[in-house]
């Protein structure tokens, strides 16, 4: 019974590092030619944003929050208008003209339009 348990636990631990390795996760910025990228600031000025095409996607953009350094693969998905990306995690980018809002599973994390023209 004792070493069912610990095989339980053991595949439940798992299948957990398999599930967090599928999210999104900090990777090495400098893996990442970021020079042609688009700059987004919050209105706040709390959240930074590089934005470029992503290789791994199809029509999908690599996001980089500079201020935790998390890189997000995001795809696109349809709007009503402007453009979205959106990842599996409920995680979306969108944009309209220089204005943007990031948000996670529809609630609003920041706001705010491109820095670099």
Do not use: P, R
């Amino acid at each position: 019974m004792k070493k069912l348990a610990i095989l339980t636990i053991s595949f439940l631990l798992m299948l957990n590092s398999c599930h967090q390795t599928s999210k999104t996760q900090k990777k090495d910025s400098s893996l990442f030619n970021w020079e042609n990228a688009q700059s987004f600031i919050s209105d706040d000025s709390k959240f930074e944003f590089m934005m470029m095409a992503d290789s791994g996607k199809e029509d999908g953009i690599a996001l980089l929050d500079k201020n935790s350094g998390t890189i997000y693969h995001l795809a696109q998905v349809a709007a009503a208008s402007g453009v979205k990306y959106a990842d599996e995690d409920g995680f979306t980018f969108w944009t309209k003209g220089d204005d943007f809002i990031w948000s996670n599973h529809m609630e609003i994390i920041a706001s705010g339009k491109l820095k670099n023209h």
